[in-house]
């Protein structure tokens, strides 16, 4: 693992200050609008209200002035500000896994007519330097895959990429076309999930379980596991294509409360028996994930939206013939 390449000392800067979350909310919003709207989603334009609704709220205002460091909130960070204007922004999430602190590097904007200036990289160098008083585990960032100039310098201060992912996304319909096949949609049984546990584990790697609100030990049959889901109201769905007796594929819906409801697909890898891209076997499991989906945009009707996440460059012909679409790759990056 690369080392964080910083200066032996970060010298302050006259434009660079931390972040007031009592004042300066709003117009961090604005700033990271004015550069990402071109790219922005739905969730990404919610999260912009969240922040400008924060801004006007007293109560939460106070809250987070003392709460900056043990919530998963955007609420540190560093600002470049230039005659009385933010022009630069970097914030500071905080995590915990296994009692480690680890942060994430996020909304790292500067304005469109002050970049080339070295801005980003000096409020990303401060950030980091941040993390290293605090004596962080890890710091990690994500940046999309077409934003070459930001991997460059992400890369030149030490961060190295672990994962790439894509969303895909795509509307529910009720009456999805059907197709003739042989493999049959069936609820997820207990006995799938030796193997559906280590498609997941595969899928979806540990190195980012932080991240993540959720834990894949919900999908554990059992009815202890039962039992719990049920006493949250947590309403978890499951499905499994097989043909005949064999496994093929499983997907998962879990709730998120959002606009946008998620979707975890569990596959086999591509063995050393499977390397052809026209070979059986893998024309099965992509047929097996097609069905899935489509039976997913199907049962879950009553949702407007549903989001895939899965690793970038796979399965991608048999996620568009579902009818999802990609809404954004992002390059996950440690240092």
């Not at 964080?4 to 604005?30: M, Y």
């Not at 009456?175 to 595969?202: G, M, N, S, Y």
């Not at 005949?244 to 879990?254: H, K, N, V």
């Amino acid at each position: 693992m690369a080392s964080i390449t910083l200066p032996a000392k970060i010298e302050e800067h006259p434009h660079v200050r931390p972040l007031n979350v009592l004042r300066d909310l709003s117009t961090v919003a604005d700033l990271i609008e004015v550069c990402f709207s071109p790219t922005m989603d739905n969730e990404g334009q919610r999260y912009l209200s969240d922040m400008r609704r924060a801004s006007r709220d007293d109560g939460f205002l106070n809250w987070a002035t003392h709460m900056a460091e043990s919530t998963s909130l955007p609420l540190t960070g560093y600002v470049w500000e230039q005659d009385g204007c933010i022009i630069g922004n970097a914030s500071l999430i905080p995590f915990r896994d296994k009692g480690k602190r680890i942060y994430l590097i996020a909304n790292v904007a500067v304005h469109p007519d002050h970049r080339r200036r070295g801005i980003a990289q000096i409020l990303t160098e401060r950030a980091m330097s941040y993390a290293q008083a605090k004596k962080a585990a890890a710091v990690w960032l994500h940046v999309r895959d077409d934003n070459l100039a930001a991997i460059r310098l992400y890369t030149k201060l030490g961060f190295q990429e672990i994962s790439r992912r894509t969303t895909w996304y795509a509307r529910t319909d009720s009456f999805p076309p059907k197709v003739d096949t042989d493999i049959e949609i069936v609820p997820r049984h207990a006995r799938f999930w030796p193997l559906q546990q280590d498609w997941l584990r595969r899928l979806y790697p540990e190195a980012l379980s932080w991240y993540h609100s959720w834990s894949f030990t919900h999908l554990r049959p059992g009815l202890m596991n039962w039992l719990y889901l049920l006493f949250v109201d947590y309403n978890i769905k499951q499905w499994a294509a097989v043909r005949g007796d064999e496994l093929l594929a499983t997907l998962t819906w879990m709730p998120q409360g959002g606009r946008s409801e998620s979707l975890y697909a569990a596959t086999a890898g591509r063995d050393a028996s499977s390397r052809d891209q026209g070979s059986e076997d893998e024309e099965h499991i992509a047929e097996a994930l097609i069905q899935l989906l489509i039976h997913a945009r199907r049962t879950l009707s009553a949702h407007s939206r549903l989001t895939l996440d899965f690793p970038a460059g796979e399965m991608t012909d048999a996620i568009t013939d579902a009818g999802f679409k990609p809404r954004r790759t992002l390059i996950w990056m440690k240092a």
